[in-house]
């Protein structure tokens, strides 16, 4: 974190943590605004899809297999907006290459929603890169660098980096990214790829703010989904949400998947942050810097909004990603 970091006045809005996506845009109109939201069909992505295309912008969700987003596409037709499927595997560069290959024409904003969370074992991909750090930060940077021109010419452009409080547990780790010298640990690299979020948010105001291009990173709070499928019923139990008979308990720090997208879509598309980037936000305002780890995983860590981290960051994620 540098002095300027430390010292600029906090963006604050006027929503709450339980504001709905919907409620972020209500009375903001979204019409013609190309939206790219990957990981679009299910959970926090899904809600923001939906309020996204019910405000009137033309919404691509990018997902593995398109099919699963029919009955999304099928219920938006009739909405302000639209939405369509696109494959896109982000742990694949070529089905990245492929996406981008087939995308013409300016992009207003990307919602880098896809995630995977606490993989229980090591796993690589065909580039010998750790999963979650593949899909979660790789995958897009590829898609969001690979989108620049395309960014560059909406005139307002907005990225969105969906981040996780989980990256107050790890900061990155340059000397070993893919757990190839240290123990694997799944909480550790989920932390990792979470962090490396939010240091591309930062990588991205530096570098494009001239282009008209903002990049944030987002913590949408704890949702059940489907997030949660690596972990099995003892972890489930040991955060309260899975009852000694195995059945889920209404937790209330959970918030409902609309109220997950919230802060995604606020960043997105609400002219109340027009022009902010750089920045990290949860429960729709920006958050305190804090540090050392955190029970609630509440708050954004120093080693996050690193300015000479994110810069490595981006110099070793253009290394890795070919061109
Ligand atoms: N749910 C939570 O409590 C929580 C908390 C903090 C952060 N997040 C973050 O929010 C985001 C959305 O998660 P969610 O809770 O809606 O979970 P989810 O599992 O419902 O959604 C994640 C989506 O990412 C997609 N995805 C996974 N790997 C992919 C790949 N290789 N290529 C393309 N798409 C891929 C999945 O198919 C799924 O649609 C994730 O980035 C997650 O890390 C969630």
Redesign the pocket.
């Known amino acids: 974190m540098d002095e300027t970091t430390s010292t600029r006045p906090r963006v604050v809005t006027p929503f709450g943590p339980r504001t709905t996506a919907a409620e972020i845009l209500d009375g903001v109109d979204l019409t013609g605004r190309r939206i790219i939201v990957?990981?679009?069909?299910?959970?926090?992505?899904?809600e923001t899809v939906r309020a996204l295309a019910h405000a009137g912008a033309e919404v691509t969700v990018?997902?593995?297999?398109p099919d699963?987003a029919a009955d999304l596409v099928e219920e938006l037709a009739g909405t302000a907006g639209s939405a369509r499927a696109a494959q896109?595997?982000?742990?694949?560069l070529s089905?990245v290459a492929a996406f981008l290959a087939g995308w013409q024409g300016p992009v207003d904003a990307v919602v880098?929603?896809?995630?995977?969370?606490a993989v229980a074992n090591r796993q690589l991909n065909a580039q010998g890169w750790e999963s979650q750090l593949?899909?979660?930060h790789l995958?897009h940077f590829a898609l969001v660098t690979g989108l620049r021109d395309n960014l560059s010419a909406s005139g307002s452009a907005r990225v969105v980096l969906?981040?996780?409080?989980?990256h107050l547990r790890a900061p990155f780790d340059f000397a070993d990214p893919h757990f190839a010298q240290r123990p694997y640990d799944r909480w550790s690299a989920?932390g990792q790829s979470?962090t490396a979020?939010v240091l591309f948010a930062t990588g991205i105001a530096n570098r494009w703010a001239d282009e008209g291009i903002t990049g944030n990173a987002v913590?949408?709070?704890?949702?059940?989904?489907?997030?949660?499928?690596h972990l099995d019923d003892e972890t489930m139990r040991a955060f309260g949400v899975l009852d000694e008979a195995g059945n889920r308990v209404p937790l209330d720090y959970?918030?409902t998947?609309a109220q997950?997208a919230s802060t995604s879509v606020l960043l997105a598309a609400s002219p109340l942050v027009e022009g902010v980037t750089g920045r990290y936000f949860e429960d729709n305002q920006e958050a305190e810097v804090v540090s050392g780890p955190q029970e609630a995983e509440a708050g954004v860590a120093p080693h996050a909004l690193d300015s000479a981290a994110a810069e490595r960051l981006w110099t070793y994620s253009e290394q890795a990603v070919p061109r």
């Open positions: 990957t990981g679009g069909a299910s959970g926090i992505g899904t990018a997902v593995r297999r699963a896109l595997d982000l742990a694949d089905s880098a929603n896809a995630g995977i969370m593949a899909t979660n995958g969906v981040s996780s409080g989980a989920y979470k979020t913590n949408p709070g704890y949702i059940l989904t489907n997030l949660q499928r959970y918030k998947p997950g």
